[in-house]
């Protein structure tokens, strides 16, 4: 008799597993915290990184078409300016203008 791998022929290869977990408030609360923050972090850095796309392709790069290729991508740029200040206020982006560039000479830390 060959042997397929299973415990026997009629169970499925792998066993849903039901696993109960509770969760305190306090838990509950990180989580929602730490969310909210990578949602924050992702919106920048996919602003950032359509700022990077167009200046490495020599396109040009101003605050009504980066925008537009945002929402290409499907984000909602509701609060573009926002997002923008902030990248401005740490120094990744200078604005002269409408007209955006990368600062290059930015020190991470």
Do not use: Y
Request: glycine share 4%.
């Amino acid at each position: 008799m060959e042997s397929s791998g299973h415990l026997n022929n009629n169970s499925p290869p792998f066993k849903q597993l039901k696993i109960k977990i509770k969760i305190t408030k306090v838990e509950r609360w990180t989580v929602k915290v730490l969310f909210f923050f990578f949602v924050r972090f992702k919106t920048k850095l996919l602003l950032f990184q359509a700022m990077r796309n167009r200046i490495a392709s020599q396109e040009a790069c101003t605050k009504m078409i980066v925008p537009d290729d945002l929402k290409a991508m499907g984000i909602n740029t509701r609060h573009f300016t926002r997002w923008l200040q902030k990248l401005t206020d740490d120094g990744l982006v200078i604005q002269n203008g409408d007209h955006l560039t990368l600062d290059s000479h930015h020190k991470s830390v």
